[in-house]
């Protein structure tokens, strides 16, 4: 089973709103990231959590915050966000995040379907 | 600065015929590169990787081949199947990176009856 799953689906929400966007996986993955894709672009690292820690934040703006409330869960905050937020994003997980040169192994990231999010 | 290109934004192909998607790097810190593909409206799918000590690695009709001095990898797809039609995104990763990929910017495959 290598299935990521995200809710919602959709979400619109305007710019006074606070939502949150949620995915699980019951891979045993020790990482999970959020990704931002915007339309004929490719994905865009947000944040990575790593052992339930948060270990990369792309100096993404603080109306978006993330939270790994146990192993399987990751949760992503949104609040007074922009239109220009508009977006599909994307949760993925991996067995553990890149360990370095020392392991020199790489886990394969999988993705959930993603949630399209509409800023009005 | 882009670190991963893939330079056609687009490729058709015919049913039955090799399908070649590229893609050209950068950073020499790179040493892990992965393919994804993506239907609309789902996620990116893995599809096969290859690490920077192998030049060739082969899953079924899809192989990867790494050039290194060129810093130029690609994907073959044999034989190519309508529902191959995707798009295509390559990814590499550097060591000590915490796992972060940087994707190219795809391929939108088109695999024609």
């Known amino acids: 089973d290598t299935e ?5 689906k959709h979400l619109v929400m305007g710019m006074t ?36 820690k948060l270990s990369i934040n792309e100096s993404v703006p603080s109306r978006f915050s993330p939270e790994c409330p146990n192993s399987s869960l990751l949760n992503l905050h949104l609040h ?3 239109p220009e937020d508009s977006a599909l994003y994307l949760c993925a997980s991996s067995q553990k995040d890149r360990p370095g040169l020392a392991g020199g192994v790489l886990y394969e990231q999988y993705f959930g379907p993603g949630t399209r999010l509409t800023v009005t | 600065d882009q670190q991963v290109k893939q330079n056609s934004p687009s490729l058709s192909v015919q049913e039955g015929r090799i399908s070649i998607l590229n893609c050209d790097y950068t950073n020499s810190m790179f040493d892990y590169f992965l393919w994804y593909k993506k239907y ?5 799918t893995f599809l096969i990787s290859i690490s920077s000590i192998k030049d060739k ?12 001095s060129a810093k130029h990898l690609s994907l073959h797809i044999v034989p190519s199947q309508p529902g191959d039609s995707a798009v295509y995104f390559c990814a590499a990763s550097a060591p ?18």
């Open chain 1, 4 to 8: 990521v799953t995200q809710t919602p």
């Open chain 1, 17 to 52: 709103n606070k939502k949150s966007l949620k995915c699980e996986q019951h891979m045993g993955h020790r990482a999970m990231y959020w990704y931002k894709q915007k339309a004929k672009k490719p994905p865009e690292l947000m944040f990575v959590y790593s052992y339930e």
């Open chain 1, 80 to 82: 007074a966000l922009q």
């Open chain 2, 40 to 44: 609309p409206a789902e996620g990116p």
């Open chain 2, 57 to 68: 690695n082969e899953d079924g009709r899809f192989t990867v081949f790494l050039n290194k």
């Open chain 2, 96 to 113: 000590n990176q915490g796992g972060k990929l940087i994707f190219g910017q795809g391929t939108e495959l088109s695999v024609k009856p």
